[in-house]
C-alpha cells in the first residue's frame, strides 16, 4: 500500500491496525505508536470515521474509557455503522448512567442491538418509561437461556403491578403478578444451584405475604444447592425472607467452615453492616483490606471504601453528638465541626 499511495492516510491506519494487534497489554507502546499514527491520518482526513473508531477501540484496550466513549460517539456521528461500536457505546454511557444519551443514540440507528435488550430496558425503567420497560423486557427473556433475564422481568412485572394496586386497577396487577411469579421460577430452573436465583423468588414470596411459599422455595433450594457454597447461598436466601436470625446462623456456619474465602467474607461482611452489628462487619472488612486474607484487588478496594465509609459515620455521630474521644484518633478542632452532606452505606 505504501508503495502505492506512499504513507497516506490509509497506510496510517493500516499500520496502526497492526500494532494495535500485535499489543501483547494494555501498557504495550505499540498501541501509543498506533494513536500517534491515527491521529496523523485524521490530520489527512479530518471526517474519516474509520479512523476515529479505531482510535476508540485502542483507547479502550488501554482502559481509557472516557476518550474511547467521546471517539465512538464521535465516529457513530460521522456516519459509522458498525454495531460492535455502538454495542460498546451503549455499554459505556448506561456505566457513566448517561441514559438520555443512550436514547438518543438509538434513536439514531432505529433499533435496540438483541444482546443489549435488557440493559436498555433497564434505562427505561431507570427514565420512568415503564411500557417500553416491560417490552424490552419480555423480549429479552423471550427464549433467554440467561436467569437474569427472568429475574429482571420478575421485577419489572412486581413493580408495575404494585403501581396498578395502587391505582385499584386490580385485575391488571394480578396478572403482572403472576407473570413475575413465573419468570421468577424459571430463573430458578435455569439455575437451580446459584443462589442469587433462589433469593430473587424468596423475595418475591416474602414481599407478597406468601411465606409458605417461601419456605417451600428455601427447602427447594437447601437441596438443590451444590454443598461447597450452601450455607452461604441459604443465609441470602433467609434474608430475602427477613429471617435475620436464621441467616446470621447460616453466615456463621460459611465464616466457619471458609474462614479465608474472599466471597464468604464479603457476603457475611455485607450482611453485618445491614443488620447495623457494625463491630462484627468492620472486624472481617479489616481482614480483607489489610491483606489477612488472599483476596483479589477489587475485594481489597470494596472493603476499604466500606471502611471508610463506616468510619466517616461514626465520626459524624460522635462529632454531632459533642464526642471529643472519638476511636479515630482525630483533632479536637475536627470533631466539633460536623462534616457537610449526608453519608450513606453503599452496597
Known amino acids: 500500500l505504501r508503495e502505492v499511495t506512499g504513507e497516506g492516510a490509509m497506510w496510517l491506519y493500516g499500520r496502526a491496525a497492526m500494532l494495535s494487534l500485535s499489543a501483547r497489554d494494555a501498557h ?26 479505531l482510535m476508540a477501540g485502542i483507547y ?8 474511547a466513549l467521546d471517539l465512538y460517539l464521535e465516529a457513530i456521528q460521522m456516519g459509522e ?17 448517561r441514559f438520555d444519551d443512550v436514547m438518543r443514540l438509538l434513536e439514531q440507528f432505529g433499533s435496540v442491538p438483541e444482546e443489549l435488550t435488557r440493559e ?41 403491578a ?24 424459571r430463573a430458578t430452573e435455569l439455575a437451580d444451584d446459584i443462589a442469587e436465583t433462589w433469593a430473587a423468588l424468596i423475595r418475591f414470596y416474602a414481599d407478597t405475604d406468601r411465606l409458605d411459599k417461601a419456605e417451600e422455595a428455601v427447602a427447594e433450594a437447601e437441596a438443590k444447592l451444590p454443598d461447597d457454597n450452601a450455607a452461604i447461598a441459604l443465609a441470602q436466601c433467609y434474608e430475602a425472607m427477613n429471617d435475620t436470625q436464621r441467616a446470621r446462623k447460616k453466615y456463621e456456619e460459611a465464616l466457619a467452615a471458609a474462614p479465608d474465602d474472599p466471597v464468604t467474607v464479603r457476603y457475611a461482611a455485607s450482611f453485618y ?18 491483606g489477612d486474607i488472599p483476596a483479589g484487588k ?30 479515630l484518633g482525630l483533632p479536637a478542632q475536627l470533631l466539633s465541626q460536623p462534616p457537610e452532606g449526608e453519608l450513606f452505606v453503599a452496597e
Open 28 to 53: 504495550d507502546a505499540a498501541l501509543d505508536e498506533a494513536l500517534e499514527l491515527l491521529h496523523r491520518a485524521r490530520t489527512l482526513r479530518p471526517s474519516w470515521g474509520r479512523a476515529a473508531l
Open 60 to 67: 479502550d484496550q488501554k482502559g481509557e474509557r472516557d476518550q
Open 81 to 97: 455503522k458498525n454495531p460492535k461500536a455502538l454495542r460498546r457505546a451503549i455499554q459505556l454511557l448506561y456505566a457513566a448512567q
Open 120 to 160: 436498555v430496558s433497564e434505562m427505561k425503567f431507570r427514565l420512568e418509561s415503564f411500557d417500553d420497560a416491560l417490552g424490552l423486557a419480555r423480549l429479552a427473556a423471550r427464549g433467554s437461556k440467561d436467569p437474569t433475564d427472568h429475574m429482571w422481568l420478575g421485577q419489572v412485572c412486581m413493580v408495575l
Open 162 to 185: 404494585m403501581r396498578h394496586r395502587l391505582r385499584e386497577e386490580l385485575v391488571e396487577a394480578e396478572r403482572l403478578m403472576a407473570e413475575a411469579e413465573k419468570a421468577f421460577v
Open 273 to 290: 453492616l445491614r443488620t447495623r452489628n457494625t463491630t462484627a462487619g468492620e472486624a472481617l472488612l479489616r481482614r480483607l483490606a489489610e
Open 298 to 327: 477489587s475485594d481489597r478496594i470494596w472493603a476499604r471504601r466500606q471502611l471508610a465509609v463506616l468510619l466517616a459515620a461514626r465520626f459524624r455521630v460522635g462529632a454531632s453528638a459533642g464526642n471529643r474521644n472519638s476511636t
